[in-house]
């Protein structure tokens, strides 16, 4: 366990470092269609492989994302060092970011 909270905290200060780590407000979507997932990409001005980390469920965000084979959608409790490393840009909540920081104490 301490050996895994000191990898995510690596991976995450260097996202920080090269500007890949997003923090969003909230990331909600008004639909489950794909195309209101290509307008939040596009809105946010990043592309590559992307790692959506959302506080709670967020059935609409999953399912529009899940046909794009570029996005990936994770539950803050869900995180690991793989998925981060392999993220060109991480787009995470406010509130994920307080219950990640929690969880890395």
Known sequence: KKERTIALKSVLTELAKEKALVVADKIELASLKTTEAKKLIKSLNIAGN??????????????ACRNLGYTQVLVVDEINVLDLVYADYVVIEEEAVKTLEEGLK
């Open 50 to 63: 992307i790692l959506f980390v959302t506080n709670g469920d967020n059935e609409n965000l999953f399912m």
